[in-house]
Structure formats: structure tokens, C-alpha cells
């Protein structure tokens, strides 16, 4: 069921009606039945790796515990590398085994054949979830969970589960687990947010994906649209995931549980490493405790700290680690986001703009001095915005592209061919052209509001609390326009899932 259904909707008042018609001790098994509903409605064939995930994590996680209380650490700790390998495991075998073997044919001129293998939905959230909570237990930043079934709630929380933000057990846990009474207020404030999210999906994501889609399916037909290819698929992706993040918390919400935010105006970024801190924040946090902390503070990577600072001083080989760490885990993202080497290519492209960043830093103080630039320039933060807004559009060829071959051939076109009028020539919805003006007129308003809207953000502005605090009839007519406009103006074009619920 994708988020943005009538089945799905449908679904979720269901769970609503009857979590608060049960007991509020009963509340979560009411989650955990619905969120096992949800996830077999994808296919029975799914449900074995989650039990497995689930079942690995829970017996191990228990068996740290054990052993922490005995006092028995090195124990503890080869139990936790068996737990990760067993769950990593899971996600490499069924994600990149096909991906592996192609590769081996290619270097040794061999014909292996590949696997049949089945993706499950949402694999790679609820394995990096689960792995998190095996981390904290053996970290002891929190309790292991006793009770199987409330373990399985916190794996398998339905709003979350395909396309996260990724939850930390210590602030996720007790609010899937405490009564929750029912408050008008609550489930209003969730439906606001979901329309938001709808709005984002159906008037942005998915008229954008119109134009994305005929661009990259023919690069070399459509070369004149190549640097609107981007632009539209930087556009598609925000708002598409962005939009399912705005959609699962408010659906959260209204159970009376509060999920990490995901986005925080990432167009606003200053730096490829600000960008980093505003999307995909979950991923990012994950990423920084679970992989850059432990590397860059390991012994062998002082070791290599030590080595640097004697060959090339005391600053750049302090430095050194973090842009490794840096560079192994943004290796780690592009493996995250897919099995193809473009993916590889876009997470190192980020990972070495951060860490070059990080050995220039000194260096780009020394230039600004001598400019007379301070940084507290309006014309220096804005052209710091439009930088970061370059890199990440040029980071978005790999991330979109079939290959890296034709990711680097349309960034060529991007600056050698320039031809706007050929939007006009790709049909949108079901009136084919004739419909296509008003198409790139609805994306054209819709980006304007979506960007007054997260520039009063950026400057400190809760926009759901100033409407709620307007003339009821002001907000009334706020969210029915909102509402009617995706009623209205929403694609035409046939029904899209959520871009991220394929990881």
C-alpha cells in the first residue's frame, strides 16, 4: 500500500479507531498487530527477513546484556560482530549478491550466473535500525528490551517501516509502548501534516517525475533538457521524500508518538557538509555515531593520525582521520542507496568534496582574511548557498542516471546544449502535450510556495502553530485550499511510489 492511497488511508483510520478503543496497556499490541498487517499486505513472501532481523536482534541484544552483567566484555563484544554480521549479512546477500557477481564477470571475464533474489520492502531502514539498537545495548545507552513482541514493535512500526526516518530505540521506544488517550488536537495536527506531505508528493514529486523520467530514459534525444533533467529530479526527490517524511510523522503523530525529523531546508546548506546535517538527518546521525565516531577514534586510525602529523605536520595529519572516516562512510551511504557503481560514485563525490573541505579549512580562512570577508556577509551566505546548491545538483546525475557513463554525458550536455522549448514536446497526464504548459505552470507555483514557506522556516518560523493561531476560518480555508489544490492540480499521470520506499 503506498503512503499516498485510498487503502492506506483507509488502513491507518482503522488502527486509529481501534487503538483508542482499546485499553491504553493493550495500545501497542494494536500497533504491532496493524504494523505486521501492513507489511505482509506487501507480500507474504517479505515476512521472513524481518522475523529474521527481528529474532537476531532481540536474542543477541539480550545476550550482550547477559554478558555485561557478568562483567565478561570481549565476550560481549565478539557477540555483538556476530549479530551485525548476521544482519548485515541478510541486507548484503539479497541487495548485492546480483551486483558482485556481475562485477567478477566483467574482471575475470566469466559467466556466473546471478541470483533471483527477492528485495524486501524497506530491508535497508529496519536493518540499520535494528543494527542501531544492537550498538546502544553493547554501548550501554540503553536497556535491552525483554519482551520479544514490544521488540518486534519497535522493528516494525508500520507509519516508518519502508522508508524510516530511522528511529533510536532510547527515544522511540517507551512512546510505542506508554497509553496514549485520544486528543482531538493531536489527530488534527497529524492530518495538517499529512496534507502537507500530500501536497509536496502529488503537485511536485510526481508532475516532476513526468519530465525526469522521459529526460533520463532518452539523454541523448532530450540533450537540450539535460540541465532541467536535474534541476526537476533534485526537485522530485526532495519532494517526494521530504513529502513521505512529512506524511509518516504526522501519521505517527496522531498515535501520539513524535519521530525524528528527517529534513531541515537543505537547499538553506551553506556547505556540502551543512547540506548533510539538513537531509536525510536520521541517516546522517546514524552514519556519525555507529561508523565516523568509532573510526576516527580507533586505534589504528591514530595510529595513522601519528603518521600524518609527522610527514605533514601537526594540522593537516590531525585532520587526516576524520577525512578518511568521512570518505568510508559516505562510501557507506552510496552502497546504502544501491547496488551500482553510480551509487559508489555518488556518495564518494560527497564524501571527498567534505573531507578536502576539512584539510582546506585553514587554508579557505587565510583566502577570506585576505579578501576581507568575515562571513557575516549577506552576499558571501547566499553565494555559499548557490555553491552548495551546484555540488549537490551535480551529485544528483549519479544518483538519477542508468550509469555512470550517462550520468557524466548529460552533466556534458548540461553546459554544451541548451534547448527549454523541448519541455514542451514531453506529453504530462493523460492530455499528452496540450496538457504539458499547465504542468510546468502547477511545478512553477508550487516551488514558489514550498520556498516561502522554508524560508520562514529558516528564519525561526513554526508554520503549523502561526496558522493554528490565525482566525479559525483563515485556517480553515488555509488546508481546504490546500487540500483542494491537490484535488485539482495533483498528477494525472499514472500512480507513483515513494522513490525511497525501493531502498
Not at 543477541?60 to 555485561?68: E, T
Not at 556547505?271 to 561508523?291: E, N, P, Q
Not at 502535450?433 to 525561526?460: D, H, Q, W
Request: hydrophobic share 50%; net charge positive; aromatic share 16%.
Amino acid at each position: 500500500m503506498s503512503l499516498v492511497s485510498n487503502a492506506f488511508l483507509l488502513f491507518t483510520a482503522a488502527a486509529l479507531i481501534v487503538y483508542y478503543a482499546v485499553p491504553g496497556k493493550l495500545q501497542w499490541l494494536v500497533l504491532l498487530f496493524f504494523s505486521y498487517g501492513y507489511y505482509v499486505a506487501g507480500g507474504w513472501k517479505y515476512l521472513i527477513f524481518i522475523l529474521f532481523s527481528t529474532a537476531v536482534t532481540y536474542l543477541v541484544g539480550r545476550k550482550i546484556a547477559q554478558l555485561h552483567t557478568g562483567g565478561n566484555q570481549k565476550a560481549a563484544k565478539k557477540v555483538l560482530i556476530l549479530g551485525l554480521l548476521l544482519n548485515f549479512g541478510m541486507l548484503g546477500i539479497v541487495k548485492y549478491t546480483n551486483f558482485a557477481v556481475e562485477n567478477i564477470n566483467a574482471l575475470f571475464h566469466l559467466n556466473l550466473r546471478g541470483m533471483s533474489l527477492l528485495l524486501p520492502l524497506g530491508i535497508s531502514f529496519y536493518t540499520f535500525q535494528s543494527s542501531g539498537y544492537l550498538l546502544d545495548v553493547y554501548w550501554k545507552r540503553c536497556q535491552a528490551e525483554s519482551n520479544p513482541f514490544k521488540y518486534a514493535l519497535f522493528v516494525s512500526f508500520f507509519p516508518q517501516i519502508l522508508q524510516g526516518p530511522i528511529g533510536r530505540f532510547g527515544r522511540l521506544a517507551d512512546q510505542l509502548y506508554a497509553p496514549h488517550a485520544f486528543e482531538g488536537k493531536r489527530i488534527v495536527r497529524g492530518m495538517e501534516r499529512i496534507l502537507w506531505g500530500f501536497f509536496k508528493k502529488m503537485l511536485l514529486a510526481d508532475w516532476a517525475a513526468v519530465f525526469v523520467d522521459v529526460i533520463f530514459a532518452n539523454p541523448e534525444e532530450y540533450s537540450g533538457l539535460a540541465i532541467f533533467g536535474m534541476l526537476l529530479y533534485t526537485l522530485q526527490l526532495y519532494a517526494d521524500f521530504s513529502g513521505g517524511m512529512d506524511v509518516v510523522i504526522g501519521i505517527a503523530s496522531m498515535f501520539g508518538i513524535t519521530l525524528d525529523e528527517n529534513f531541515r531546508q537543505p537547499f538553506f546548506a551553506v556547505s556540502i557538509t551543512d547540506f548533510w546535517h539538513r537531509w536525510h538527518i536520521t541517516l546522517g546521525t546514524w552514519m556519525k555515531d555507529y561508523v565516523f565516531y568509532p573510526i576516527s577514534l580507533s586505534k589504528w586510525m591514530g595510529r595513522i593520525g601519528k603518521w600524518g602529523k609527522k610527514v605533514f605536520g601537526r594540522k593537516v595529519g590531525r585532520t587526516i582521520p576524520m577525512c578518511i572516516a568521512n570518505i568510508l562512510v559516505f562510501f557507506i551511504v552510496g552502497v546504502w542507496h544501491g547496488a551500482a557503481w553510480k551509487f559508489i560514485v555518488y556518495g564518494l563525490y560527497n564524501g571527498i568534496i567534505i573531507a578536502f573541505s576539512s584539510l582546506m579549512g585553514d587554508q579557505y580562512k587565510k583566502w577570506k582574511k585576505a579578501l576581507h570577508i568575515t562571513g557575516r556577509e549577506s552576499w558571501y551566505h547566499v553565494l555559499c548557498i548557490l555553491r552548495t546548491f551546484l555540488l549537490v545538483n551535480i551529485s544528483m546525475f549519479f544518483d538519477r542516471a542508468d550509469t555512470v557513463g550517462q550520468a557524466f554525458a548529460m552533466m556534458g550536455y548540461s553546459v554544451t546544449r541548451f534547448a527549454p522549448s523541448q519541455l514542451l514536446t514531453i506529453g504530462a497526464g493523460r492530455d499528452g502535450t496540450a496538457f504539458t504548459p499547465y504542468a510546468l505552470l502547477i511545478l512553477a507555483v508550487g516551488c514558489v510556495i514550498v520556498f516561502v514557506v522554508s524560508v520562514l522556516k529558516e528564519r525561526g518560523m513554526q508554520m503549523r502553530e502561526t496558522i493554528a493561531a490565525l482566525p479559525l476560518p483563515v485556517t480553515v480555508l488555509i488546508y481546504l485550499g490546500l487540500l483542494l489544490s491537490i484535488g485539482f492540480f495533483g498528477s494525472t499521470a499514472a500512480a507513483r511510489g515513494f522513490i525511497y520506499a525501493q531502498f
